[in-house]
């Protein structure tokens, strides 16, 4: 298994918004602002970035649960970096403490849980289902 984690190790992701993160790129009569799903998206790798240099051989980490709000809009070419702080871990899954920005504020906050899986195994289990 995983070497131990420190609480409140972090892992940081960012990116600036394009169409093809937009509400408006899945549906044209929605407004070109950047959508939930992409945020989210953007919060797990920011967790599995923070997780993952304690991993070891083929182990990744995978995502288990998220519980996010979505506060705020950001438009094309805001720029958003989320942020994952590693809060707890209950001898089985990791729960991270997530948030993301914009240039000006926070847009988003919740949790992400995470859990260590060896690829190997992962890929075999999935072939019998």
């Not at 940081?12 to 790129?25: K, P, Q």
């Amino acid at each position: 298994m995983a070497k131990e984690i420190p609480m409140g190790t972090r892992g940081e992701a960012e990116e600036t918004v394009a169409f093809e993160h937009t509400l408006a790129a899945h549906h044209p009569e929605l407004p070109p602002v950047y959508s939930t799903p992409d945020m989210i998206r953007l919060m797990e790798t920011a967790s599995f970035r923070a997780l993952q240099p304690y991993c070891e051989g083929d182990e990744i980490t995978v995502g288990t649960s998220i519980h996010i709000d979505h506060r705020a809009a950001s438009g094309i070419g805001a720029r958003i970096r989320a942020e994952a702080v590693l809060e707890s871990f209950d001898g089985r899954f990791y729960t991270l403490r997530v948030t993301a920005r914009d240039d000006v504020r926070e847009i988003g906050r919740g949790t992400v849980g995470r859990a260590v899986v060896s690829v190997g195994k992962f890929v075999e289990k999935m072939k019998g289902k």
